[in-house]
């Protein structure tokens, strides 16, 4: 009986810490999804030193909602839900291809738009070029 009610309170307190923080959202690592197959292997065509173009495509178009340092805390990261993605935390966990479709198509559901068509492919690149020399 005794090791019964122990196993519960054990219980609670991990899904508490699971749940942990609540509101700030913000540094849950975000779910990766699949790139789809036209994205799947794409590989930058520029070296390390578009990165300086691409902190421009960045502060520019980005910087709002990611932050300068692409932590998520821009000036306008305050009233979106979800909050803009950690770039930093994320690039640690995906290819370039990731980068670029997701920037490319936007995520549904969330403030983040399709980029294409508003960016040139050039563009993109340097800003994902921009986001890996993030530390
Ligand atoms: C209007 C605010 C806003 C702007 C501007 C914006 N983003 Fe986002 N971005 C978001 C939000 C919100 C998410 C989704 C976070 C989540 O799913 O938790 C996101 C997600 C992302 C992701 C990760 C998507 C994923 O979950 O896999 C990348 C990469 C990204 N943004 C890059 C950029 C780049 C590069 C630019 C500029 C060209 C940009 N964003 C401009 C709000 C913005």
């Known amino acids: 009986m005794m090791k019964k009610f122990s196993f519960l ?10 749940c942990g923080g609540g509101s700030s959202s913000n540094s849950t690592p975000i ?18 030193s578009a990165a300086v173009d691409g902190a421009n495509v960045f502060k520019t178009n980005c910087a709002t909602c990611h932050g300068e340092t692409g932590k998520g805390d821009g ?4 009233s ?10 994320l690039s640690r966990r995906v290819d370039d291809d990731y980068l670029f479709w ?4 936007g995520k549904p559901g969330t403030s983040m738009v399709a980029w ?3 960016l040139t492919e050039e563009q993109i ?4 070029t921009f986001i890996r020399t993030l530390k």
Request: net charge negative; charged share 20%; proline share 9%.
């Open 31 to 48: 779910p990766l999804a699949t790139v789809p197959a036209e994205y799947a292997g794409r590989m930058n065509p520029f070296d390390v």
């Open 9 to 18: 309170i054990l219980l609670g307190v991990l899904v508490l810490a699971a």
């Open 80 to 89: 979106l839900d979800p909050k803009p993605a950690d770039l930093m935390e």
């Open 116 to 118: 294409k068509g508003i």
């Open 125 to 128: 690149w340097q800003a994902v």
């Open 75 to 78: 000036v306008a990261s305050q």
């Open 102 to 105: 997701r920037i490319s198509e």
